[in-house]
């Protein structure tokens, strides 16, 4: 093995020590340390490692690929032998093999078939800090599986900016161990952005710098492999003689990404540009300058639309800070930096975990599969939120994954051992038995990475069967032959390239897969129609995303959502679409590959999802309840028609809605009944218990409880207005309360004349009557009405009805107050009766007692 020193090796002592003793440790190595290649190799003999293996997990593909090859050559073996690795689409593994480094899937799909991993003695978690899904469920996982069954199992977490506390807590408190890196001085240099700038100029304005002021190589860090294309294809011919430019990315095929990391030509130069992919792990040769975009790409997953969505946000400063160390890990070097220092003090401290920014289906489906009812049962650096979590147990349920008690099913089983997402395991469950099985294993690939197909032949619109037709033409099951087929494809490759190749490569292996699951559902699992069945495919991977065309040619998804093309296009005058790619930015989605959806296949596949549902509407254009059948799946209506013999209680509820909506404006309300409703309200303020509530905002909330009874068949206003409101009320009061009501809030007054004068009991002096001055003589006292508590406010008038006196206190108007008002009203109206003592005088209603007039 290579004798040469690291500054791993002066902390390895302390480690073996601490996983010894504590079985558990967590190792902070700078970069440069050598902790992912040399760790591994010297904890290997140790004595609790006899007769077992070690599992060592890296993020990243490439990552796993290059440290394994790496320590194979350090024994002077090759890979495979005492070093192996296994990615998802290749396995180096041998009966000898002790080390396996596997990639984040990879290690959940050991857990989930052999959880006390027996022959396991060390599982290495490396990179911890980029906090991944499946590095948190594998730890997840790793820490119950020691607790319940692995007593010996031991655990190592290995990271160059992971904050260690949180995690030796979790580990139950277990050591840190601290290397030094060897890191070489880095320059800093804040190059900024002007706005308006492009990012491929910018980049080329700094590259063009930097390859003037400095030596050796360049890694440009950028979000994504769309910027990375627009970066190359500016660069071309714009760089010096002996620069070569080489992407890195992990869609790439394998020989690529070597290129990438290896050294540059004798006597030449490099220019690496790369996702996050090279932040950790990797040493690009040769590399003494970065050029830093500042920007990273994420999923982000929405639990108010149930959608991901790639977004491109500034990167944090642990990542800053990694992206500047690449610069110096073989030698002196510089960092430009496409911000400025004022940006750069308010970058985020920390990258946030994935497990609160993506879709946790993928997580629900594993817990269920490892007996979890809840996250609640295992212990995690953060805990999976509520509202993603809830959802994709919703969407688990609609794919059939889990039971109505959220337990796994064996279709939730064998989606969970083909290792894909749940909606693409789904999918292709559900495709084998139709004899589309191959076809749906193209589909999820092409899925997974759809920009590996791009170009004329894959369709400049938003249709997935141009490109899926590149993929099968390619593999020999086209089925029927289209235009797309035989093209070319992303700028000019053939079908035979590498990048159709890989997607090939993927699909055959979850063709292995699925055969492995369902055996026996089809004899030949041939292509089938696959062009025309297309949409059903993508619809069982994306059941929520089943859409209905709209009268202005946007769509309506089964979740609720709205979705549209961004420009007219063949597929826009489809009735129904699947849509596989939606863009979920802002109130609308962007449709951005889809196929169309017949409707009959709602049915036949649906079936048990359509929701028939009776409704009855009050419609007040027609003055009338409107009954319907209306037969739906999630938010798409599928048929509205006239129900001709509706439930009788659908309209009662239908006629208690419209009369809580529009109160009294709908019903029958006269003077009478009005008048009563105000007696009832004038006792009700003196013993609420005993007066019920006659409201008109009451009446609306109670309206089941009053109004039911007297509706039986109706259906229209005109019915309605039958109703007599008042006999309702009183019907609502009793016998005995009515005759109470009469008593202490009668309609009418007595006066002396013998008149029966209306008692008003709306308004503010309300109760009230307004009678003549002359029909109350002899009354000494108001009328009270209430139990004796309320007087009546008398309004006193002339013979003309005119007002001359409103009062409470008729004693108090006839001792101070009415002789000024009959001297005006003497003057006015002579001929009538005037008297000086009004207690004395006989009331009358006409102009003198006794007087025919």
Known sequence: MNTLLMPIDE???SLREQLNSAGAAVLIAEPGAGKTTRTPLELLNEPWMEGQQMILLEPRRLAARSAALYMAGQLGERVGETVGYRIRTESKVSSRTRITVVTEGILTRMLQNDPALIGTGLLIFDEFHERSLHADLGLALALQSRQLLREDLRILVMSATLDASPVAELLGNAPVVQSRGRMYPVETVFAGRPQGETLEAAVARTLHRALAEHEGS????????????????ALAGQVPAGVTVAPLYGALPQEQQQRAIGAAPDGGRKVVLATSIAETSLTVSGVTVVIDSGLRRTALFSPRTGMSRLVTVRAARDAADQRRGRAG???PGTCYRLWTEAEDRALAPSTPPEMLEADLTPLALELAAWGAESPAELAWLDAPPAAPYGQAVQLLRQLGALDAAGRITGHGRRMAALGLHPRLAHMLLRARPLGLGRAACRMAALLEEPGLIKGPAAGSDGD???????LMAAGGDSGIIHHAAHA??????????ADIQRLLTVSRQWENRLEAQLPDSVVTDAAGDWWNMCGLLISFAYPDRIARRRGDGRYLLRSGRGAAFARQQPLSAEDFLAIAEVDDEGPEGRILLAAPMQESWLTEYYGDELKEEKTAEWNEEIGAVRARIILSLGAIVLKDQPDPKPSPELVLQALLRIVAEQGPTILPWN?????LQARILFLRQMNEERWPDVSDEALSKEAAEWFAPYVAGFRKKS???????HQILENRLGWQLVQELNEEAPTHLLVPSGSKIPVQYDGPQAPY?????????GMMETPRIGYGRIPITLHLLSPASRPVQVTADLTSFWNNTYFDVKKDLKGRYPKHYWPDDPLEATATRRVRPGNGK
Do not use: C, W, Y
């Open 218 to 233: 360049v890694l440009v860090f950028l979000p994504g492999a769309r910027e990375i294309r627009r970066v190359e294809s």
């Open 11 to 13: 902390v390895i002592p």
């Open 769 to 777: 009557a307004s009678v003549r001055l002359q029909e109350v003589f």
């Open 329 to 331: 890990r073989t030698a």
């Open 719 to 725: 019915d309605l207005q039958t109703l007599s409101l």
């Open 671 to 675: 003077a009478k009944s009005r008048q």
């Open 464 to 470: 997935l069967r141009s490109r899926l037709a590149i």
């Open 488 to 497: 070319t494809h992303n700028d000019g490759h053939t079908a035979g390239s």
